[in-house]
């Protein structure tokens, strides 16, 4: 069975955990705890050199890391990614966005509300962080509400159906008030999260 | 013929440029200069929402943005994306490892550089990048010398081919020196950029 290395708060981890259980494909969760340095030790950098989770391991000793590139994986040939080739690169636009743009501004500012005794020289930017948070949204609204090409809502991220870029998108985007970031202004992006909430088999970031 | 809009300096504009230079794909250059926020106006946002190049528009309309998505539309069919499921997950991998863990380090570390006097909160914290940086090269450097899965040193990122990870991952490490990284003690990566720079059809950076 493929083994899932995983740390339960982690939208990261989320992602895969939701996508697997989404595509039925049994898994077996090995939590690390981040916050103790359980992703730094000899043992998992051995096997995963950037030391950190989500991180999966297969029978047969292969192994990948990176949440997107997991996913991409288990979902290439499902409903889960485009079948036209130049959606499925939109696809991927949207999840590269979400980890250069998105992603350490918004799972970053609920990182440290969760853990606020957690030192980290980061934490002084935190107001720029939130700001960036605010773009990254801002930039989700105006295409989920129409903006850009064409003018017309949409319901999902790309070609009009779900996809792996909406669980990219959802996973720290839901919880993103955790980090102080306030959905009010953003109609667009909350439709969206109830239409990916209300996906068959979609389970809470903290199922395990 | 696709337009690539484009800032001549940019790690990531450059992947665009080789890539396409290499599968020899006729483009007009739209040069935009960042510094001057000629990425931010109103025209530019209302086709890229993100505000950012690499950006391409097609002659029938349709937009993509973020280099690597980019790449990956223009060369799936190609010999520079793996034929094997697995190993395409592989060079995903490495591309979000790049835009997460490489480029928001050594990129900004050479934009500082390259640009003492423009305004930038994050400068605060470059030796916090600087370090982040050196960790990303150490990643790198692991893999490519053969640790990790296997033990043999490897010529390429990924399938012992050169691949689209293969320009991610060289654009903005074969100028980290510009940003104040030092290569000395990265022996398999200098050998891999001498690999890549060998590779046929080859453009450096400042060729438009």
Redesign the interface.
Known sequence: MIRLYDYLPSGNGYKVRLLLTQLKIPFERIELDIIKGSTRTREFL?????G?IPAVEFDD??????????M??FA??TALVPKD??E???A??W???E???H??YIAVARFFAMHPSYPD??R??LP?IIRSGYEALG?ME??LGG???GDHPREFLVGGKYSIADIALYAYTHVAHEGGLDLANYPAIREWLARVKSQPRHIPITQG
């Open positions: 051995g096997k995963f050199p950037n950190r000793g292969r192994r990948l890391f990176e949440s997107n590139a997991i991409w994986h290439e040939t080739p130049f499925r690169a939109r991927l636009q999840m590269f966005f980890q250069y743009s992603e350490p020289e980061r002084a930017g720029r930039v105006l295409h903006g850009g090409e």
